[in-house]
């Protein structure tokens, strides 16, 4: 079975810090995806990456960027983090096709 | 413009009866349509999906029903069993896309004992 493993649970960070969510998948997946999860508004895409070092804008892109330096890791930085980016983030990869993503467990990320 | 709608946050339903969550889309090149369930701190995982070639899918106590005129589905799980209880996402992509999915915004399922 293909693993997405996040590598923080729960974070807490202070309001202007730089945040760095951690996302790697064991299973050669061209594809990875961050969506945030929010009460009421469900699942909203952040930004994906279907190649290393490609990246494209998904929704919600604003005060967010990513990183693909290796095919197994993408990385969302959070530039200068602010309370209402306090949410539950969702790191997904999935190969090229009709198929469904995989997920991590999520990190829930509170700014203070 | 929320293009994949579920209009029921929350429902509730008796053990061992049927549940019927349902999800409207209104982008008419969705073609590929998705169910996750998500239980707290947890990720979603994949339940059932289905291809627009198609109008069922089923996999044990899952059916997914697609309505294309329509453009709605419905998830189908009979019986329900208290461990059923969770939030219900549905998704749809565009196939030959990019394959990313818009979702729902989840409908959370209480099933009681």
């Known amino acids: 079975d293909v693993k997405v493993t996040q590598s923080s649970r729960y974070l807490v960070k202070r309001t202007g810090e730089k945040v760095f969510l951690e996302c790697v998948q064991d299973?050669?997946?061209?594809?990875m995806f961050w969506y945030r999860q929010d009460p009421g508004l469900g699942l909203r895409l952040i930004y994906f990456?279907?190649?290393?070092?490609?990246?494209e804008k998904g929704d919600i892109p604003e005060g967010y960027s990513v990183s693909r330096e290796k095919k197994e890791r993408f990385s969302l930085i959070l530039e200068s983090a602010s309370t209402n980016q306090t949410s539950m983030y969702l790191c997904?990869?999935?190969?090229?096709?009709?198929?469904?993503?995989?997920f991590g467990s999520g990190t829930r990320l509170t700014v203070v | 413009d929320q293009q994949v709608k579920q209009n029921s946050p929350s429902l509730s339903v008796q053990e061992g009866r049927i549940s019927i969550l349902n999800c409207d889309y209104t982008?008419?090149?969705?073609?590929?349509f998705l169910w996750y369930k998500k239980y707290p701190a947890e990720g979603p995982t994949f339940l059932i999906s289905i291809s627009s070639i198609k109008d069922k899918n089923e996999d044990g106590r899952f059916t997914v029903f697609l309505n294309k005129s329509a453009k709605h589905l419905s998830l189908h799980i009979v019986p329900s069993q208290p461990g059923d209880s969770a939030v219900y996402f549905c998704a749809a992509s565009v196939a030959g896309g990019t394959y990313k999915y818009i979702f729902g915004t989840g409908t959370r399922l209480k099933v009681l004992a």
């Open positions: 982008n008419s090149m969705f073609d590929y």
């Open positions: 990456s279907y190649d290393v070092k490609m990246k």
């Open positions: 997904a990869s999935m190969k090229t096709g009709p198929y469904g993503y995989t």
């Open positions: 299973m050669d997946h061209e594809n």
